[in-house]
């Protein structure tokens, strides 16, 4: 019914996180990688705000998803009070109830899958420092 407002909110949250983020990153961290012909290139780390990005376009994509197929069923329609489980004390406890134990379960299931991405990238970042050779 509005399982998809929790994620909603957190794309909301995150949205304005990642904003005052970027506002606040000075230039990026720049490393020495040395590629195959022994030149050196120059390579920078992921900023925090890109991370905190990809769970934002995942979080409002998710949503999106969700919100045309709960149009699609008739469960948000157009007019006042736009979700129909809403105009029913009986059904907006149901909803109440589904927002609390299937919407918070999807939006940290997103997050752990984005934390995961988290952990992957840190990886193959220290990864290509650690395969470095010392600078002289």
């Known amino acids: 019914m509005a399982c998809l407002l929790v994620p909603v909110a957190e794309a909301v949250l995150t949205t304005v996180i990642t904003k005052a983020a970027k506002s606040k990153e000075s230039e990026l961290a720049a490393l020495k990688v040395t590629s195959d012909k022994g030149c050196f290139e120059m390579e920078s780390r992921i900023p925090f705000s890109r991370k905190l990005k990809w769970l934002t ?21 157009p007019w006042f009070p736009f979700l129909t489980a809403a105009s029913d004390p009986a059904e907006a406890a149901l909803m109440l109830s589904e927002m609390a134990t299937v919407g918070v379960s999807m939006a940290v299931l997103i997050t752990a899958v984005w934390g995961g991405m988290l952990l992957v990238a840190n990886g193959m970042e ?9 600078s002289k």
């Open 57 to 77: 376009n995942i979080l409002w994509g998710g949503s999106a998803l969700l919100a045309f197929e709960h149009v699609w069923h008739g469960e948000i329609v």
């Open 126 to 134: 220290k990864k290509t420092l650690q395969t470095q050779p010392a």
